[in-house]
Antibody, heavy 124, light 106 residues
Framework: QVQLQESGPGLVKPSETLSLTCTVSGGSISSYYWSWIRQPPGKGLEWIGYIYYSGSTNYNPSLKSRVTISVDTSKNQFSLKLSSVTAADTAVYYC??????????????????WGQGTLVTVSS | SYELTQPPSVSVSPGQTASITCSGDKLGDKYACWYQQKPGQSPVLVIYQDSKRPSGIPERFSGSNSGNTATLTISGTQAMDEADYYCQAWDSSLYVFGTGTKVTVL
């Protein structure tokens, strides 16, 4: 079964760029939509964006100016870069496999499975 | 932007039924799904396409969606069901999460 694992620095300085990688195992990255989602401590979930294996992307408008998601199909990995971080970007960052299909004329979109998550703290 | 609103908390006695609502404009015209998140763990998909259960999800979890409200129902609630629950839908090519509901099994 497909498993996802996030990796990257747990501490980033303000104004710098947060960089994370998600490694997909047990299945190919060459289908589905691959997303990043974050959760500030004690708060709810926020979708950051996704990448399709072909390289097409879609980002949350609230973060679009600072986000870049890329994919490396040869390594079965996809990555997140979030620039100009502040303390408000402190969160657990999850990667997840996403499905987007049309069923009876309506889009069905979900995430399954998720990675275990990695806490990124923005602090000097 | 599209918003999904959930009650902050729901309490239920063991063995009883818990209902968690998710409200959004014309949500019934979209598909809703639900995630369970236990403390310190990643979210797990428990309902998709309004009412379908992924493999391995107990039958006591069910869902419905009509009008402006989607509902997750946990029948015969067990202590292990104590968790945060999030709804999620797709709007204007974006994934949207609900505000989350903490379910406490008293």
């Amino acid at each position: 079964q497909v498993q996802l694992q996030e990796s990257g620095p747990g501490l980033v300085k303000p104004s710098e760029t947060l960089s994370l990688t998600c490694t997909v195992s047990g299945g190919s990255i060459s289908s589905y939509y691959w997303s990043w989602i974050r959760q500030p401590p004690g708060k709810g979930l926020e979708w950051i964006g996704y990448i399709y294996y072909s390289g097409s992307t879609n980002y949350n408008p609230s973060l679009k100016s600072r986000v870049t998601i890329s994919v490396d199909t040869s390594k079965n990995q996809f990555s997140l870069k979030l620039s100009s971080v502040t303390a408000a970007d402190t969160a657990v960052y999850y990667c997840a496999r996403g499905g987007i299909t049309m069923v009876r004329g309506v889009y069905d979109a979900w995430f399954d499975p998720w990675g275990q998550g990695t806490l990124v703290t923005v602090s000097s | 932007s599209y918003e999904l609103t959930q009650p902050p908390s729901v309490s239920v006695s063991p063995g009883q039924t818990a209902s968690i609502t998710c409200s959004g404009d014309k949500l019934g015209d979209k598909y809703a799904c639900w995630y369970q998140q236990k403390p310190g763990q990643s979210p797990v998909l428990v309902i998709y396409q309004d009412s379908k259960r992924p493999s391995g999800i107990p039958e006591r979890f069910s869902g419905s969606n009509s009008g402006n409200t989607a509902t997750l129902t946990i029948s015969g609630t067990q202590a292990m069901d104590e968790a945060d629950y999030y709804c999620q839908a797709w709007d204007s090519s974006l994934y949207v999460f609900g505000t989350g509901t903490k379910v406490t099994v008293l």
